[in-house]
């Protein structure tokens, strides 16, 4: 994707360093090392907001590996396509968990052949995965999922994935960095575009459970020039459209199948819901395109009963 923006001698855009970035600002909050005054700065200020933003920031990023151990498990996929994939600074941390700390990890701990391709708009990112990732069956790819059918339609993608097998999207906490249009185009697109067999597991920050503390984040990161729309559940659901999700269905993010992970913060500290949705049988096969993934997504309760509102579900 290209940029206007001017950059410097180090490919970064002029004054990289100086304006906070999400990426940066959630490895601060988890105890990695990538990051800079000005990400410490806000992060203070977020944190005086929302003092449960560490655990709301520490619940996703282990859900994360988790729900790829899930995909690749349950619906035996091997590909990935990691989108908002952030800084990988925090590996370490979840070593000492003995924990995948990434989605190439937990994918190849179940599919030794997995292929995962990682994609992020912050250049920063964008160039340690590169550097991290390149002895791995990985790629990576600056892109914006603001401009999703050039993302999806880019080289590196095709290079990567197999189109006529099973994908899985991750979009873990990715749609709240967008406006509501912005989302809703990439929502639809990739369900419009991934063969039968596959999979988007989203993750979402959400208004629902303390929304004055959420529009205080919400107007700190506006004033640092950084969209930030954490939606209530409705808007949630609507995002992920028809595809039927895989039970528990759309739940606060530390309630989803959190199997083996251990002293998770509270799970009223998610702040976020969590859900997998699957590809039906039916999904366009395009041209000379075989669906071959698993026939059916595994059966669990109805949709209706799925997606609860949280004080009927969680
Ligand atoms: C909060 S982090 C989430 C990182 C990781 N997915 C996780 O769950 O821990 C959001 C990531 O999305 C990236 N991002 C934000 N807006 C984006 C966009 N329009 N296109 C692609 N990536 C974006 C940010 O750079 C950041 O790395």
Not at 286 to 296: K, M, N, V
């Given at each position: ?38 990400d ?56 000492e ?38 002895e ?13 059918d ?39 697109a ?5 063969p ?13 459970t ?11 990161y ?6 930030y ?38 799970a ?5 819901y ?41």
């Open positions: 994707m290209n940029t206007t923006t001017q950059t410097t001698h180090t490919g970064l855009p002029e004054g990289w360093f100086l304006r906070p970035a999400v990426a940066r600002i959630n490895t601060f909050l988890t105890g990695g090392t990538d990051h800079y005054k000005a410490r700065q806000l992060a203070g200020h977020l944190l005086r907001s929302a003092p449960w933003l560490t655990d709301m920031v520490t619940i996703n990023q282990r859900h994360g590996p988790q729900a790829v151990t899930v995909l690749a498990r349950e619906l035996g996929i091997t590909q990935f396509l990691d989108l908002g994939c952030g800084l990988p600074s925090s590996w370490s941390r979840a070593h968990r003995h924990e995948p700390a990434l989605t190439y990890e937990a994918a190849v701990g179940v599919h030794a052949a997995s292929r995962v391709i990682y994609v992020d708009n912050d250049p920063m990112v964008f160039a340690l995965t590169r550097f991290l990732l390149e791995t069956a990985t790629a990576a790819l600056r892109a914006d999922i603001r401009q999703i050039e993302l999806l339609n880019h080289h590196e993608i095709h290079d990567t994935l197999d189109p006529s097998q099973p994908i899985a999207v991750l979009a873990h906490d990715l749609l709240p960095w967008v406006d509501d249009e912005a989302a809703t185009t990439a929502m639809a990739l369900r419009d575009w991934l039968a067999g596959s999979a988007i597991s989203i993750t979402h920050a959400s208004t629902d303390d929304p004055q503390a959420m529009n205080s984040l919400i107007d700190h506006a004033k640092a020039g950084i969209t729309r954490p939606r209530p559940l409705k808007q949630i659901q609507s995002l992920l459209g028809t595809w039927p999700p895989l039970p528990p269905g759309l739940v606060p993010t530390a309630q989803w199948r959190t199997g083996s992970i251990r002293c998770l913060p509270s009223a500290h998610s702040h976020a969590a859900a997998v949705i699957t590809c039906p049988r039916t999904n366009r096969p395009s041209a000379g395109q075989q669906p071959t993934g698993p026939a059916d997504p595994p059966s669990g309760p109805a949709r209706g009963d799925l997606l609860n509102p949280p004080d009927d579900d969680a």
